[in-house]
């Protein structure tokens, strides 16, 4: 399928074609139409599925025609860049409908914002906290509405967001278009889309799976061996572009100045920064100017880096959800990726629900001639002493693994006798 049977205007066609798009995704495919029809949507897809473009097309459609100079819709994101880079795709489809958006989030002045919000704008793409601060003092006319979007809406509870979405919420004319998105569908998403959506078209793509575009591989070691495995690995591996998770800000900066020192081309990204510094690191990322950027999920919600060719989970998430928005930075649309993840006696628990999610048992391996049973230093082990909440399997039904994690837990058995025996 092409986006010819859309329908959608000369200007933003001409767009599409500039942008390398040919075929829309799925999540394109499927959200698109209903949103033409003017209908409440609620879009269950994982991240790198498409779903940005699937509602800024039908919203520049919408937008085209009519008037200018007011603002006439809303996109609501949980942060800065994923903001900014839903405000990039706007310009990039837009450019030629003349449809202006401004993009508003905290951590910088409010001056060009508020400049550019009177000049006179259709779009707003906003993070919560910051579009109340604008509310509050004035500074925006939301009378006018139209369409409100809620992207990534599972990552704005996580964040602490639903009491700030539903204030926003309260003050926007009753009559509009409302179109929320999300990887998966806990309770409050459930609760908040009742309240909200209106005879509404549900599209769901590959729920709560990771797209089949990735390969996971299990790396079991010990806590003090994680950064000379990383190394060791990045330097055996053909990789473009590396995304390392660790659970922590400290971890990783300290981690990606261990890189750095070690000769690869790294950078952090995590909640200590500036914006101008984030900036700098995303910038550096996509440019390639670095090639690994260690971060925290917070920190790197809405990164969209379509080389991305491995998400190395450093120190593994806390649950399936998280897994699953982690790896999906790699593999995007009709690319594959590799997820490789370092497990400890710790992991069993996530490691197990990895693979009751995936219905198969995850490949589990080892680098030749690398000394796992090296005891760690004393600033190794001091960098390392940080442990996670005991995890619990996943509540869903799900396909029992062909073969368990025994060998993680025997593993796992190893690394704690090595490490005991320090």
Known sequence: MTFEPFNLKKEINTAIAEQGYTCPTPIQEKAIPPILEGRDVLGLAQTGTGKTAAFVLPLLQKLADGPRKRIRALILAPTRELAMQTHETIMALGRHTRLRSAV???????????????????????????????????????????????????????MGFLPDIRRIVGKLPTKRQNLLFSATMP??????????????????IDFAKPVASISHVLYPVGQHLKTALLKELLKRTD??????????KHRAKRLSEQLEHAGFRATSLQGNLSQNQRQHAIEGFRDGSYKILVATDIAARGIDVSAITHVINYDMPDTIDAYTHRIGRTGRVSRTGEAFSFVTSEDTAIAYSIECILGASLEHKTLSDFDYAKPASRDEG??????RPQQSRPRTAAPRPAAPVSRLRKAGDHYRTQVSAR
């Not at 309770?187 to 769901?204: C, E, F, V």
């Not at 990789?239 to 922590?248: I, Q, W």
């Open 104 to 158: 508003v989030f905290g951590g910088v002045s409010m001056e060009p914002q508020i400049k550019a919000l009177r000049f006179g704008t259709e779009i707003i793409v906003a993070c919560p906290g910051r579009l109340l601060d604008h509310m509050s003092r004035m500074n925006v006319d939301l009378t006018g509405l139209e369409v409100l979007v809620i992207d990534e809406a599972d990552r704005m509870f996580d």
């Open 239 to 248: 990789t473009e572009s590396v995304l390392v998770f660790t659970r922590t």
């Open 382 to 387: 001091s960098f390392q002493r940080e442990r």
């Open 187 to 204: 309770d409050d998403i459930r609760r908040l889309s009742a309240d909200m959506l209106h005879d509404a078209a549900t599209i769901q």
